[in-house]
C-alpha cells in the first residue's frame, strides 16, 4: 500500500518537479480550466490547484484522468509516477526513523530501610489496586470499555488506517455511494475524531481509496490482491460535515456526496 501525503520529501524532488512539469503541459494541452476539470473528474477546483503547482502528489487517478481528457497515452506518464512515489516512500520511510536510544548511566544507590510511612502508602496502594480490579468484574461494561479506547485522537490519528488505531470500533457510516459491484463508503469515528473512505466489493484488482476534508485529502493505492485492504488513511475530523469518499476500481471512480 503507498500512501500519499501532502508534500513531497526531498528524495522525490526531482521526479516530482518532473511529473508536476508533465502534468501542466498536459492540462494546457486540454485547453480545460481547472473549474472545467472539476467537472469531469473527481477531484476539486482546488485539489487540481495544488496538484500541478506541486503542492501536493497526485494520486494515479489524476494522472490517469489528465491524460485521457488530453488525447495522451498515460504509460509514460504513469512510469514517472511510480518512480516518483517510490521515491516518496522510500524517503518518508527514512524520515519516520527512531533516532538511537540516549545511553543510560545506573549509578549505585543505597539501600534504605523504609519508613512506617511509605509502608502504609503501599498498602493503601495495594487495597486500591485490589478494589479497582474488582470494579472490573462487577462492571464489565466498564472494564471493556477501558480496553477498547482509542489509540489515537485527532490529528494523532491522520494517515494511519482505522484498522490499527481501533477507530473502526465506534465508527458510523455518513454517506454512501453504490456503482456496480462496489460500495464506498464514508466512515466517521467519534472517539478517534476522523473521517476514511471505506471500499466495500467482491471483486479483485488494483484499487486507489480517498478521503478528502476540507483543503486535506489522503489516499492509498493497493496492487490488487484480496487481501489487500479497502480503506483510505484517516484524516482529522470532528465531525464529518464537508468530507467526501472516493475510490476508483478498474479505472471506475465512484464519489460519496458531501453530508449536509
Sequence with gaps: MTVKRQRLPDASQDEGRLLTERLRTLKQRT???????????????????????????????????LARLANADP???????DSAARAQADAAATMKRPPAPPAVVRRPRRLRRPSRAVVAL???AATVAVTAGAADVLDPDHAAATRTAASCHGGDCQGELPTSETCDRDART???VTEGAEAV???FSPSCATVWSELRTHA???????????????????PGHRSD???????????PRGAQA???????????????
Excluded at 229 to 239: E, F, I, N, T
Aim: with cysteine; glycine share 8%; proline share 9%.
Design 31 to 65: 485547453g480545460l480550466s481547472l473549474a472545467a476539470l472539476a467537472t469531469v473528474t473527481p477531484f476539486s477546483k482546488s485539489t487540481w490547484h495544488r496538484y500541478l503547482n506541486g503542492d501536493q502528489f497526485p494520486p494515479r487517478a489524476a494522472v490517469v484522468a
Design 75 to 81: 504509460g509514460p506518464l504513469l512510469a514517472l509516477w
Design 122 to 124: 503501599a498498602a493503601m
Design 174 to 176: 455518513e454517506s454512501s
Design 185 to 187: 463508503l464514508l466512515r
Design 204 to 222: 479483485g484488482g488494483p484499487r486507489e481509496i480517498s478521503i478528502r476534508s476540507g483543503q486535506d485529502e489522503l489516499s492509498a493505492q493497493y
Design 229 to 239: 485492504g479497502y480503506s483510505s488513511p484517516m484524516l482529522a475530523a470532528p465531525d
Design 246 to 260: 472516493c475510490a476508483e476500481v478498474a479505472g471506475k471512480p465512484a464519489c460519496t456526496a458531501l453530508p449536509r
